[in-house]
């Protein structure tokens, strides 16, 4: 079976994001908006007569990175090969630049085969109702009250590329509730973001230049939010991990980060929660 695959406009967003919602990925309720700005040919669409059947993305980000996601194959055309077909249009897509993806574990060895080689795992933590966490240190404003140019420094610390209009898109999105925090000389030393989702809310990105900023962060982020509150987290990161456990939180699903060429180096010490799983 030979799919039409094509880039799947603004407008067919919420279509792919209602696919992930009945796939258990609880998406966040302005996915479809955020995730477009990414890169707006980087969503793929795969149509049989007309029908859509099919999704991955395969974003550009800069020149010479990419991410594969949102890999889905309605479950009623699955083993047709359309996965195949959609794999392929996508790793074209980012042909000639080092590609990376957070997959399940246990594809781990069939993503290997492609040649990714496994950097880290990715850890979600889960709570209904996060505790408060010590050793906090900083001043927590609205990230609308700092430069964005400050925000996109600090982003840009912490992933391969700019993604400015990603970022944008990210912190003003509706019901997006984006913080920053500041040293005592006024500095911003990191950000983070809650995002409501079909089932409570998500933390990330949460970034900062050292444990007690990203503390104040998740403090002022998660108090009063819908629960449960998910944060997703580089393994590598112990302090990510001590804060998590400190507020009561418990690993929930992980996911392997690979990358097929020299994964980036990244200061994984400055991640205490990751965007998405589906963009890196």
């Not at 979600?124 to 900083?138: H, I, K």
């Not at 996109?152 to 993604?163: H, S, T």
């Not at 990330?204 to 939010?225: D, H, K, S, Y």
Request: charged share 20%.
């Amino acid at each position: 079976m030979s799919p039409v695959i094509r880039p799947a406009g603004a407008a067919e967003m919420p279509l792919l994001v209602e696919w992930a919602a009945a796939e258990g990925w609880n998406p966040g309720l302005a996915d479809a908006a955020t995730f477009h700005a990414a890169d707006a040919g980087g969503f793929l669409l795969a149509e049989v007569a007309g029908l859509p059947v099919a999704c991955l993305s395969a974003v550009r980000q800069g020149e010479e990175h990419g991410f594969i996601g949102f890999y889905i194959v309605r479950p009623d055309w699955r083993g047709k090969g359309l996965g195949l077909a959609l794999w392929r249009a996508g790793m074209a897509r980012l042909e000639g630049r080092v590609v990376g993806l957070d997959g399940v574990v246990a594809q781990q060895a069939n993503y290997a085969r492609s040649g990714f080689a496994l950097a880290w795992r990715n850890v979600r933590f889960g709570a209904a109702a996060p505790r408060a966490v010590g050793g906090v240190e900083g001043e927590v404003v609205p990230a609308a009250s700092v430069p964005f140019a400050a925000l996109a420094a600090l982003d840009a610390r912490v992933f391969p590329a700019p993604r400015e209009a990603l970022l944008r898109a990210w912190l003003t999105a509706p019901g997006h509730r984006a913080l920053a925090v500041r040293d005592g000389a006024g500095a911003v030393r990191g950000f983070g973001v809650l995002r409501p989702c079909r089932e409570g809310a998500k933390i990330g990105p949460l970034t900062a230049t050292g444990a007690p900023f990203a503390r104040a962060l998740f403090n002022a982020l998660a108090e009063g939010a819908p629960g449960p509150v998910f944060l997703d987290l580089p393994e590598p990161n112990a302090a990510a991990l001590a804060l998590a456990g400190e507020a009561g939180m418990a690993p929930v699903f992980e996911t392997a980060r690979m990358y097929r060429g020299p994964a980036p180096a990244l200061p994984l010490d400055e991640i205490f929660g990751l965007m998405s799983f589906e963009l890196g």
